[in-house]
Structures are given as structure tokens and as C-alpha cells.
């Protein structure tokens, strides 16, 4: 059921003061991005995009939002000033596209193309493929970028591997078992650590992100579909379909330190511009909850959509 509750160490006032940004959402069920403005804590607009919208990223001038349809296998632009889509991409190479990565010179998307078992580059300013890498691998689902933007790693979850490829070197392209049903990914700012998680196994794979060297497999809740690592670095979160809770990583030891309850079916997370809150999409139940970092206690659950579950955080201007 959805609902909207606050926790009663806090007040109002108190509670609200700290928010002062705009979550975009990627409403699966409702084929649509939202804006959610975390001061109302509330849905405040919705821009219809293609179908069954996954994922969602933002140029590097923050003008425009980008969201992968794989239920209709396009790419969606939203023009967030005008909060509404501007161009819709297809194309033959777009089937099942979801993972999405900007390197920092902000002038290409890339884009997981599933089914293709491919990583896409896409011209942001052209709008259109401009080369094609074959990871090789089932199911290559999330992508993210070393902090240069040298470095992709790829999670593909039917082949239960991750995948390291060098951007500047087209045939480069190193692989390492990362359990069955592998999925959410996350890297470290820093570069160090890779998480893999694997929603059959239910653990958590940690690998130098080097070379793909394991360092360690965490045992975690059962359907873990999400990684999220905090911008210090210091802790990892952990999303899961199956037990509606949020795993706590320390990051240094390498062991769980907490299991936070949230809505059912959590998926996609966001952090606050601040560092101080995290955002979980529970997809299942149309709600978005928020984690205070500071004392890991839900803070505030909140109506949002049909599915949501990819987010990213844009902060006031």
C-alpha cells in the first residue's frame, strides 16, 4: 500500500529543511520520467517518454535527461527546461537498451544494447550510433566508467560476468565470473573497488577494479539487483527485489553492518548532492523511500509513480 510516513524523532520542519533538489525518475510502468521535487516530496511533473524506461542519465551541462526504453527499444531526450521529450532514437542495434554512461568529456553516450551483447557509442551532439563493441557476453546489462572515463565495465547477467573494456582500444576486452544472474554494479570514486551483484547468488562480488582480481564474495539479502557506493567511499548499499530491504557495506572490511527495511521491490538508488540522504526506488509498490546516511533510518516514504526505479539527483540551481 502506498503511503507516506515520517519518522517521529523528526518534525516537519526539521525533516523537509535539508532537501533542496529534483529526483528524476525512470517510471517503468508508466512509460514516463518524473520529476520529483524533494522539498514537497511529491511527483510535481511527468514527461512521457518510450516504453518501459529503465534507466536514467544527464548530460554533463544538466540540460538534458536521457532515458533507456527497452520495452520499445529507443532512447528518449528530455529537455529539462522545457520538461518535455525532444527527440526519440531508434535503431536496429537498440534491442533490450539499457546501461548508460557518459565519460567526461561529455560528447558520447554509452549505451548496453542486451539482446545485441553489445556497448554502443552514441554522438550526443549528432544523436546517432557512431561505433559498436561486442562485449561477447548474455545479457550485458549496467555499464559505469572509471573516474577518466577510460575504463568501461560492463555486468551481464546471463553469462554471469563482468566485463572490463579499455574505450581508447576497440578490441580490448577482459572478462571475469561474477555469479549467476549478475547485475547491479557500482565503482568506487576513488577507482579501487568494482561491486558486482548477482540476484541468483545473492552475493556480492568485490574486485580490484585494476585487473578484475576478486577480493571478496558477500553473502547479502535474496534478489540483489542494485549497487550504490557513498561519495566517500566509505559504504556500499545494496538493493533487494526479493527481501525488501537495503544492505550496509562497510567498504573497508568488506562485511555487512546493517539491513534496512524499505518498500517492496526496491531497485535504482540516488545520493543527495550533499551526501546526506539516499534516495530508494521500491518499484514495486510506486514509492520512493529516503535513508538519512547519518543515522541509516528511513526518514520519509513517499507515493512516486507506478514503477520507478532508475533515479539520478539534480541539485538546485
Same mark, same amino acid.
Given at each position: 500500500m502506498k503511503r507516506t510516513v515520517l519518522a517521529l524523532v523528526?518534525?516537519?520542519?526539521?525533516? /523537509?529543511? &535539508?532537501?533542496?533538489?529534483?529526483?528524476?525518475?525512470?517510471?517503468k510502468s508508466a512509460d514516463a520520467l518524473l520529476l520529483f521535487d524533494t522539498d514537497a516530496r511529491r511527483v510535481v511533473h511527468s514527461v512521457p517518454v518510450g516504453g518501459n524506461p529503465h534507466e536514467v542519465i544527464l548530460t554533463r551541462d544538466g540540460r538534458i535527461a536521457i532515458t533507456s526504453n527497452p520495452g520499445s527499444n529507443t532512447v528518449s531526450f528530455v529537455d529539462?527546461? @522545457?520538461r518535455e521529450e525532444i527527440h526519440r532514437m531508434a535503431?536496429?542495434?537498440?534491442?533490450?537498451?539499457? &546501461?548508460? #554512461?557518459?565519460?567526461? *568529456?561529455? @560528447?558520447?553516450?554509452?549505451?548496453?544494447?542486451?539482446? @545485441?551483447?553489445?556497448?554502443?557509442?552514441i554522438d550526443l551532439a549528432?544523436?546517432?550510433?557512431?561505433?559498436?563493441?561486442?562485449? &561477447?557476453?548474455?545479457g550485458s546489462h549496467m555499464v559505469v566508467l572509471s573516474p %577518466?572515463?577510460?575504463? =568501461?565495465?560492463?555486468? *551481464?547477467?546471463e553469462s554471469g560476468t563482468v566485463s572490463l573494456w579499455k574505450t581508447s582500444k576497440q578490441g580490448s576486452m577482459q572478462h571475469a565470473d561474477a555469479g549467476d544472474g549478475a547485475e547491479?554494479? #557500482?565503482?568506487?570514486?576513488?577507482?579501487?573497488?568494482?561491486?558486482?551483484? *548477482?540476484? *541468483?547468488?545473492?552475493?556480492?562480488?568485490v574486485f580490484d577494479a585494476s585487473d578484475l582480481s576478486l577480493e571478496k564474495k558477500? #553473502? /547479502?539479502?535474496?534478489?540483489?539487483?542494485?549497487?550504490?557506493?557513498?561519495? %566517500?567511499?566509505?559504504?556500499?548499499? /545494496?538493493?533487494?527485489?526479493?527481501? #525488501?530491504?537495503?544492505? /550496509?557495506?562497510?567498504?573497508? =572490511?568488506?562485511?555487512?553492518t546493517a539491513r534496512i527495511p524499505v518498500g517492496e521491490g526496491p531497485g535504482g538508488m540516488a545520493f543527495g548532492s550533499k551526501g546526506e540522504w539516499l534516495?530508494?526506488?521500491n518499484t514495486s509498490e510506486g514509492t520512493v523511500s529516503t535513508l538519512d546516511l547519518a543515522t541509516l533510518k528511513i526518514v520519509s516514504t513517499d507515493d512516486a509513480g507506478e514503477g520507478p526505479d532508475g533515479m539520478l539527483v539534480v541539485a538546485a540551481r
Open positions: 523528526l518534525s516537519i520542519t526539521s525533516a /523537509v529543511s &535539508g532537501f533542496a533538489e529534483t529526483l528524476l525518475i525512470a517510471d529539462l527546461q @522545457k535503431s536496429p542495434l537498440f534491442r533490450f537498451p539499457h &546501461g548508460m #554512461a557518459i565519460p567526461p *568529456n561529455g @560528447k558520447t553516450l554509452y549505451l548496453t544494447s542486451e539482446q @545485441k551483447r553489445l556497448v554502443l557509442s549528432k544523436r546517432e550510433v557512431v561505433d559498436e563493441v561486442s562485449t &561477447g557476453m548474455g %577518466d572515463g577510460e575504463r =568501461a565495465y560492463i555486468a *551481464n547477467r547491479g554494479i #557500482a565503482l568506487s570514486h576513488d577507482g579501487r573497488w568494482l561491486l558486482v551483484a *548477482n540476484r *541468483n547468488d545473492n552475493d556480492l562480488h558477500i #553473502a /547479502v539479502g535474496s534478489g540483489p539487483v542494485r549497487v550504490a557506493i557513498a561519495p %566517500d567511499d566509505q559504504r556500499a548499499f /545494496v538493493t533487494h527485489r526479493a527481501s #525488501a530491504q537495503v544492505y /550496509v557495506i562497510d567498504l573497508g =572490511a568488506h562485511e555487512v534516495y530508494i526506488a
